[in-house]
């Protein structure tokens, strides 16, 4: 089976700007993940989606940082604008249920100028 | 809500011996823990994972153990070889419905041939 894809794979950027990740999940898997994960640091989740609804953004800096998953495949990550410690790796992960295991893409690194 | 810590932080062994990451988590609720091992510049694996129901799970060279009263969880490998070195993260959450998986630093093991 095709695992989570991710694009770009990598994004340089000044501060201020606007950046977007895309994501496209394991088909048929309903429930969508985004990470973001700082060097030397474990995944901290941002934004959790069931379908095209939010489960769970409780940690997503809403002031800066916007997701979607309008049809409940694909999804977006937007940064606008970004600061310097968003510099990381964003990682997106999907699951067949919201209780089943977790399967990663090979994320986005972002780098701020 | 959910703290993980994970011991040790880097992990130098000779291949073929064994190698034991341990991770304690501070929410009694939690249900589910999972072991990911992410290679440099890659997307983290699920390697194997345990339910509150079960104190021990082994899948070849590699087992994880659960200790529920303690709260605490351990990965162990036996017969290290060379591609076993990674960054290894545990992870703990609950699981009904929906994981919200929080993970730990992370412990970076090398296994010198």
């Known amino acids: 089976e095709a695992g989570v894809a991710q694009s770009p794979r990598y994004k340089i950027i000044e501060k201020r700007q606007s950046v977007a990740f895309w994501c496209n999940p394991i088909?048929?898997?309903?429930?969508l993940y985004w990470y973001q994960q700082i060097l030397g640091q474990g995944p901290k989740l941002l934004i959790q989606?069931?379908?095209?609804?939010?489960?769970?953004d409780s940690q997503l800096p809403k002031d800066r940082f916007s997701a979607e998953r309008l049809k409940g495949v694909d999804s977006t990550l937007k940064i606008q604008p970004a600061k310097l410690e968003d510099s990381a790796v964003y990682l997106c992960?999907?699951?067949?249920?919201?209780?089943?295991?977790?399967?990663f893409g090979d994320g986005t690194r972002l780098s701020i100028l | 809500g959910e703290n993980v810590e994970q011991h040790p932080s880097t992990l130098s062994v000779q291949e073929g011996d064994s190698a034991v990451i341990k991770c304690t988590y501070s929410?009694?609720?939690?249900?589910?823990f999972p072991w990911y091992k992410q290679e440099l510049g890659k997307r983290p694996q699920l390697i194997i994972d345990?339910?509150?129901?079960?104190g021990e799970k082994k899948d070849q060279r590699i087992a994880v153990t659960l200790n529920k009263t303690a709260k605490h969880f351990s990965l162990h490998i036996t017969e290290t070889q060379p591609e076993d070195s990674a960054v290894y993260f545990c992870?703990?959450?609950?699981?009904?419905?929906?994981?919200?998986?929080?993970f730990g630093t992370g412990t970076r093991l090398l296994v010198s041939p």
């Open positions: 992960a999907s699951s067949l249920r919201g209780d089943q295991p977790q399967h």
């Open positions: 088909s048929g898997h309903a429930t």
């Open positions: 989606f069931q379908n095209n609804g939010v489960v769970d």
């Open positions: 929410d009694s609720a939690s249900n589910y």
């Open positions: 345990i339910r509150s129901n079960v």
């Open positions: 992870a703990a959450t609950t699981n009904t419905g929906f994981q919200k998986l929080v």
